[in-house]
Each structure stands twice: as C-alpha cells, then as structure tokens.
C-alpha cells in the first residue's frame, strides 16, 4: 500500500543574504520523493521605511523573493530541484470581493496553497539542500525568521 | 454495500499563547475511508499566522510538528466543492482514532486572544454496517 507524508524541514535564517546548507534523512520505506511546498514564520526585523502602499483591486505590485533553492541526493548524479521561493504579494487582485469597508488579507484571499510536483526515485538515506537568502533585500535592515520546507514523500507500507 | 458521505468537526480550543493543544477523536466503525480534510477557525487570521500542527491517522504521522496550519486552509477565494485537502484514493482509518497537536506560535503582528481551530473530515460511511 501506497501512502503519502510531509517532511518538515525547519531552517533559521539570522541575516539578510545568509546561505544555509542542511541536510535531512528519510525514512527508510520511502519509495519516491513527490512534492516540495514551503512557507515561513517568526519574521523579525527593522524594516526600511517605505511608502506605503493600499493594495487596490486593480495594482500589480512585484511578489517576493525568499531566496533559493536547491536540493539534492548525495551521490547521485544532478540536482532535483533549483527554484525560487516566492511570497506572493497580489491575492487582492481580482478577487472580486474587496470593498471598501473589506479590504483583502493574505489569509482570507491567498490563493490555493499546491506543492511543487516532482517524482523521484529515492533509494536513499537522506537529501541534501543549499538555500540562499533574499527575503529582507530592499525591505530591512536585518531580519530574522524561520523558514519551513515540506517535502512530501511516497511510502510503501506493507 | 451503501456508501455515502458525512463531514465530521473536531473542534481544538486554544486558551494558552505559545502552547501545545492535543485532541483526538474516535471515528464511528461504519467510517470506511477518510477522504479528505481541512482547517478552519473563528479567528482565521491567528490561524493563519500562529498555527502549525502535527496529524496523526491511525498512528500515522500524516504531518510532522511544525507544518504550517495555513497550507491547509481554503477560503472565499476557493470554490465550496473544492476546499478539502483531499487524500489520493481515500486513507483507511484502521483504528479510527484522529490526533492532532495544534501548536501556537509567538507573532509580534498577531497578538494573542483565544480562538478556536477546526478540523474538518469528509468521510466515507458505509451505509448498512
């Protein structure tokens, strides 16, 4: 029997620009790794004082990047995923409920949260990742939060 | 055999900043498979930025601690039909127990006031069990 499970990878990243390498182990029944979503917590910082900007139904504004991404499996040839994480900054566009005594928040209109598809073998004991930091670029001075990577894997349950 | 679908709640209060609150339920023995789930909550905004949880099926780690609530939340934006997470070809309860371990987590721009997280669970019943 087939199943599916989140692995939680938690990185602390404490300066803008930071470079995190980490390793994570897998359990021993997984069969395939399936899907990568992330997200991230504990976000502290001063930030730079910018112009403040209401979101309206019609302005698109840059989404944000997080940093980068890549992972791998030790010992096997080429890497299985590189990518930027982004924090998606227009959920008010378009939503076609926002009036003006309601204004859209990101946890009433951020759209559908879908992991990355990926489909590999992994007859192996752990992966390894290198992610590089962006999120306070232009915005802080210094920040620190937590960053969350959820990495869904396929077991074979006997 | 009859087969038909039923939603079941299982509401967690969250009294305590910063702590773990532990729930589980035992599902009916006519439940034949678990079909899909989500979260809600009366204060979506703490939910979304304070929550993150551990579920466990049939002492089966589903979600390890410290997966954000907020992936599994679906809102206005989502159509009804569309908001449960859904598990691909339906997981078997086995011994029908639910647990989830909701954590709250400190957030300097969502102070904490008591809330409360939902999970909801569509199931599969077996009708003439």
């Known amino acids: 029997m087939i199943r599916e499970e989140a692995i939680v990878i938690l990185l602390p990243v404490s300066r803008i620009g930071e470079k995190v390498y980490f390793q994570k182990s897998l359990p021993g029944d997984t069969r395939r790794i399936i899907g990568l979503e992330y997200g991230v917590t504990a976000v502290s910082g001063d930030a730079i004082a910018l112009p403040v900007v209401t979101p309206s139904p019609f302005q698109v504004i840059a989404d944000k990047i997080i940093g980068r991404l890549t992972l791998q499996i030790p010992g096997r040839e080429g890497i299985f995923f590189r990518g930027d994480l982004m924090e998606e900054r227009n959920f008010h566009v378009n939503d076609g409920l926002t009036d003006i005594t309601w204004t859209a928040q990101v946890w009433s209109h951020g759209g559908n949260k879908e992991e990355i598809e990926l489909s590999v073998d992994s007859n192996t004991d752990f992966i390894e990742g290198f992610f590089s930091d962006s999120y306070g670029k232009d915005e802080f001075e210094s920040l620190t939060y937590q960053l969350h990577l959820y990495l869904w894997i396929e077991k074979c349950i006997t | ?129």
Do not use: C, W
């Open chain 2, 1 to 129: 055999m009859l087969k038909r679908r039923q939603r079941r709640v299982l509401d967690i209060a969250v009294t305590t900043a910063g702590a773990v609150h532990s729930k589980s339920v035992e599902l009916d023995k006519t439940v034949a498979k678990i079909l899909g789930y989500n979260f809600t909550s009366d204060k979506l905004d703490l939910l979304y930025n304070r929550g993150t949880q551990r579920l466990e099926i049939n002492r089966e780690e589903i979600y390890a601690d410290n997966y954000e609530t907020k992936h599994l939340i679906s809102l206005a934006t989502v159509a009804p039909n569309l908001r449960y997470f859904r598990i691909k070809g339906g997981l078997e309860p086995g011994n029908h127990i639910v647990k989830v371990e909701y954590k709250d987590n400190e957030h300097s721009q969502y102070p904490f006031i008591p809330y409360r997280v939902t999970l909801n669970l569509d199931l599969e019943i077996n009708e003439n069990i």
